[in-house]
């Protein structure tokens, strides 16, 4: 419990100096939202109205007082281009990369368990040197490759699933599944394949540990000792690579996005900072923040669960 | 048995009767471990055993069977316990789970007692062991026991099913002298009890007889000999056994220098005294401390052999950290008029330290020749090279060992290199900290020798820290026996050892087995 209130007032100390950091530098950067919008041959007048309207002729600590009291009410502001209310729209986008990056990483996960655990029960024998050969491979295949390989494979020659495209689960929930399988899937090969290798290594670390042998010892035998005693130790380390791997998928899901044509918070990113629209481009970039300062602070959490010497320190 | 074509244990054969306790000795690499694996089928991969295995009550033969099979006889017919209590239980699984594990996995299927039954009679099989509060034990994770109560703990899962063998593969090599004397006693205890056959391997001779009613020596993958402990330990037979003996007796002290007539005094310590910071129970809470050394003096004269010794956690290490510099004091001073070290310059000034794990003090990276020239001002010079030579010849290595790393040397000759590079700065104070402790007894001795000669040539201090009493007795004249952080005895060797003035100076002097 006291680590628990202790992770998240970190979290929130690290989500404002975040905050703070995301707004200066996009403040430094050039480009005027008013010029932008406005185009290059607007008059002075016209800009210093527009720049009123906007706000961003106010000094920047009043501007930032503004953006973050806003936040803290989940309103983003308002676009300067299209002029919607930003935070309904990063919510939807948010919504569809984390099926994405869940989907991915349970398929990582689905993967690269038994996959892991078999290579390193089976280190010596050549079935194990497979295993490891195919997850090396897997390592050096970018996540676009795959998913267009499994495009071509799956919607193009098979024609079982769609190539590409959305359905919101509330929607039709059966297209929105055969809409992310392929997604997940050349996400979660990929980080499967990298997380194969931190299982194995975790698992054969723990196959040499004594106390398995003391648990063969009291009668248990071979694999039920492995599943009961290995598995739960072998965890702790597969977990932080599990942690940093999610955090990851859930940044660097707009290559997925983009192969698929899926509208997610990468695919709005991407977008609104071709447009110059600095302030959808903030909102994301501090939800992104925020979910990886979240992801990590669950994982630590997650850590003092599964190894009891954390908890008594 | 062999490894990939490498036979490592040939022609063992031997018979343990019910209630019958019989040893097996040797040095690290003689087979005894690998022997007593084979038997349950816990050898790692790779490794082949041949021959043949029988178990009262087991109607197959051990060696020839497979995993489902043996899984039946581990745990219920056999138990066993291993080396590193502190490594041999699950760190995530708590204490009294692993041991109800034993209890829930043999007998038929509808007999197997419960959860809660089995929990039930694991924490009555730790009381049984003589854990303090057993319930609490069985709660706690392994890392909330000490060594000593961990092996408790190992032992309850081995004997939980009242198996008719019980394996010891040197239970109590990590522990502390009392607490190995409170196992020990509770083994024999058990055995005598329920006639369970015991089979314990010890490299510790004075050990074995004090367990065993008969002993089987092994060198090099053979019985060299075997026969009644008496028997054995009286009248060896074999040369490698006689060599074993004599190697392990202590009890003739290794010869004295000749004092200095008048002895400059080299490091003076006055009221050390050393507290850890413990973390802040809550935010507001008071700093608690942990005093792991109170107001301690010591003085270390030209020629001074000192002993220090003591249990885990009574000071000692943190003593030898201070006197080094390697800490700092909360309170006292070190005067160091020996100097701080090779770049004074002056030849017989400083202070070098010889530590405990000579695996793991020594760079595997380099080569023995820069491990030794390591503290030399000049270590490129061809100075420094016939120095190396020089001192390698004194701890008694071969010229050519410059030229090879410490994984190419067995444990002995390493602290012999961890020795050698202490001297190399020609230092006039030289401490050792468990110089021994990871060593074999056949080498033992002749790493103490090298220690004494070297010492006694240079007419350097020398300052042991150990948990042995017979290194102390061996080597030093002066022994400070310490407790808890604070010394409870303190006096010449022979006095100490005659008549102990402090009860707990005579509980550690009773729990040292001794081969009479």
Redo the contacts between chains.
């Keep these: 419990m006291r680590v628990f209130l202790r992770r998240t007032a970190a979290l929130l100390v690290s989500a404002v100096i975040a905050s703070f950091v995301v707004f200066a530098f996009l403040s430094v950067l050039p480009g005027d939202p008013a010029e932008v919008v406005l185009g290059t041959n607007a008059g002075t007048q016209e800009l210093a109205a527009l720049r009123h309207s906007f706000g961003t002729d106010r000094p920047l600590v009043v501007q930032y007082a503004d953006w973050a009291q806003g936040l803290l009410h989940g309103d983003f502001g308002v676009s300067y281009i299209s002029h919607d209310a930003i935070g309904p729209r990063i919510g939807d986008r948010l919504g569809v990369t984390c099926w994405l990056a869940l989907g991915g990483m349970a398929v990582a996960v689905l993967f690269a368990l038994p996959a892991g655990v078999l290579a390193a029960a089976w280190h010596?024998r050549p079935a194990g040197a497979v295993l490891s050969a195919v997850s090396q491979a897997g390592i050096a295949v970018p996540a676009f490759l795959a998913g267009i390989l499994l495009v071509y494979v799956f919607a193009v020659r098979a024609g079982a699933l769609p190539a590409g495209g959305y359905t919101p689960l509330a929607e039709d929930p059966a297209a929105w599944a055969r809409h992310l399988v392929l997604p997940c899937l050349s996400l979660g090969l990929v980080q499967g394949a990298v997380l194969t290798r931190y299982v194995r290594s975790a698992v054969l670390t723990v196959l040499h540990?004594?106390?398995l042998?003391?648990?063969?010892?009291?009668?248990?035998?071979?694999w039920p000792a492995l599943w009961r005693?290995g598995l739960?130790?072998a965890a702790?380390p597969v977990l932080t690579v599990l942690g940093l791997q999610l955090s990851t998928v859930l940044v660097g899901a707009v290559v997925v996005e983009r192969v698929f044509v899926i509208p997610g918070l990468g695919d709005l990113l991407l977008q609104s900072v071709a447009d110059r629209d600095l302030l959808v481009v903030q909102g994301v970039v501090i939800v992104l923040v925020v979910a990886v300062l979240v992801v990590n602070v669950v994982t630590d959490l997650l850590y003092h669960l599964?190894?009891?010497?954390l908890r008594?320190? | 048995m062999e490894a990939g074509g490498t036979p490592l244990v040939r022609g063992v054969g031997f018979t343990v009767g019910r209630g019958e306790r019989v040893g097996i000795i040797g040095e690290s690499g003689s087979g005894k471990t690998l022997t007593a694996l084979a038997l349950l089928g816990l050898l790692g991969e790779g490794l082949r055993a041949g021959g043949s295995a029988r178990l009262a009550g087991a109607p197959f033969d051990l060696l020839g069977a497979g995993d489902r099979e043996l899984s039946t006889v581990r745990g219920r017919l056999a138990g066993m316990v291993f080396q590193e209590p502190m490594t041999a239980l699950n760190p995530v699984m708590r204490t009294g789970a692993q041991v109800a594990e034993a209890l829930r996995l043999h007998g038929p299927r509808s007999e197997r007692p419960g959860r809660d039954a089995a929990r039930a009679t694991a924490v009555e099989l730790l009381g049984r062991l003589r854990l303090p509060d057993p319930a609490r034990a069985a709660r706690a994770y392994p890392h909330q026991l000490s060594g000593g109560q961990r092996q408790r703990a190992v032992l309850a899962g081995a004997l939980a099913n009242d198996p008719a063998l019980l394996i010891c593969d040197e239970p109590t090599t990590a522990l502390d002298v009392t607490v190995q004397k409170e196992i020990v006693d509770l083994i024999t205890g058990v055995s005598d009890e329920r006639g369970t056959a015991v089979l314990y391997i010890s490299h510790d001779l004075a050990l074995v007889a004090s367990v065993c009613h008969r002993v089987l020596v092994m060198h090099d993958g053979r019985i060299v000999e075997s026969g009644p402990v008496e028997q054995v330990l009286r009248q060896p037979e074999h040369p490698y056994t006689q060599a074993l003996l004599s190697a392990s007796d202590l009890s003739v002290p290794a010869p004295r220098p000749p004092a200095p007539a008048e002895p400059r005094t080299l490091l003076r310590a006055r009221g050390l005294t050393r507290r850890y910071a413990r973390p802040r129970r809550g935010l507001l809470g008071p700093r608690a401390h942990f005093t792991a050394l109170e107001d301690l003096d010591l003085e270390l004269r030209a020629g001074a052999r000192v002993g220090v010794v003591g249990e885990s956690g009574s000071g000692k290490t943190t003593l030898l950290r201070l006197l080094s510099g390697l800490d700092r004091p909360t309170s006292g001073t070190v005067e160091n008029a020996a100097g701080d070290g090779p770049r004074d310059g002056a030849p017989g000034s400083g202070l070098q330290v010889v530590f405990q794990d000579p695996m793991g003090s020594l760079d595997p990276r380099m080569r023995v020749r820069d491990i030794v020239a390591e503290p030399l001002p000049d270590r490129r010079s061809p100075a420094a090279a016939d120095r190396v030579a020089e001192l390698l010849a004194d701890v008694g290595l071969p010229a050519e060992a410059a030229g090879r790393y410490p994984h190419q040397f067995s444990g002995g000759q390493r602290q012999r290199i961890a020795i050698a590079r202490a001297l190399a700065p020609r230092p006039s104070v030289l401490l050792a900290d468990e110089p021994v402790s990871a060593l074999d007894v056949s080498v033992r001795a002749q790493v103490l020798d090298v220690l004494s000669r070297v010492t006694a040539e240079r007419d350097m201090a020398l300052c042991i820290v150990t948990h042995d009493l017979g290194v102390v007795r061996y080597l030093c004249d002066e022994v400070v026996v310490m407790r808890e952080g604070r010394v409870v005895e303190r006096g010449p060797v022979e006095r100490v050892w005659e008549a102990p003035g402090h009860p707990y100076t005579r509980q550690l002097l009773d729990a040292v087995p001794v081969l009479r």
């Design positions: 010596r540990q004594d106390f042998r003391t648990a063969r010892a009291r009668g248990r035998r071979q005693h739960p130790n702790v599964l190894d009891p010497r008594s320190r």
